[in-house]
């Protein structure tokens, strides 16, 4: 049996709307995935995806329930706790890139070493090797603006995983990009995901959604 990497027990999160209504985005949700799971999320506008994965991702504190990562209770934690634990344990890699546009394509990725306590030179090394690994290394002195769409969203994967981190937690990862570049990226989180790292991607492309190992349809904060 594949060991439980995230555990989700009982999780509910609730806004307050404007009118003074509440809003039930995540509904006393249940759910394990296994390490070295790929695990993409679907369902429609408004289903609570997002939510779900800043909620597992230590950003959005749930209303009540459990959340444990690698055997760690997160919001047990307190907040640079939290830092801690995404800084080192779970990377994110977003539809907007999120890059710095004055840093190199090699300076943006060593950002998170550096912020998870590596030396510069081994920010470098760790920095190099994934952009090499990821088709970059004809790339690593060039800007952001210097580079293509799907460029850009390679540079940002690399920056999610160059610390090895347990889980890449990836919303609308291909969002932006045509059906050549989504193909690739699809193809980049296919072969990470062989070589063991768990994935668990938000999309509301169905043809995108198929390419993971397993499927989970949310519809009004629950698992439909």
Do not use: W
């Amino acid at each position: 049996m594949t060991e439980s990497l995230i555990t989700l027990q009982a999780v509910e999160k609730v806004f307050a709307a404007r009118d003074g209504r509440t809003v039930t985005a995540l509904d006393r949700l249940d759910l394990e995935i296994g390490a070295g799971d790929f695990v993409a999320i679907v369902g429609a506008s408004g289903s609570g995806k997002s939510t779900l994965l800043f909620t597992i991702g230590g950003l959005l504190e749930p209303s009540a329930g459990k959340v444990i990562v690698a055997g760690t209770p997160v919001y047990g934690l307190s907040p640079g706790e939290r830092a801690l634990l995404r800084q080192k344990r779970i990377g994110f890699m977003f539809q907007t890139f999120n890059l710095l546009p004055y840093l190199s394509c090699l300076e943006n990725v060593m950002v998170a070493p550096l912020l998870a306590g590596s030396t510069r030179a081994e920010a470098k090394t760790q920095a190099t090797a994934i952009l090499e690994r990821l088709g970059l290394a004809h790339r690593l002195a060039h800007r952001p603006g210097e580079l293509s769409v799907g460029e850009r969203q390679r540079v940002a994967l690399a920056r999610s995983v160059v610390n090895k981190p347990d889980v890449l937690l990836a919303d609308e990862p291909t969002g932006n990009l045509d059906p050549a570049m989504t193909e690739e990226i699809v193809g980049l989180l296919q072969e990470l995901n062989m070589a063991g790292q768990t994935i668990l991607m938000v999309t509301h492309d169905h043809r995108l959604a198929v390419r993971s190992k397993r499927v989970i349809t949310l519809a009004k904060g629950r698992l439909a």
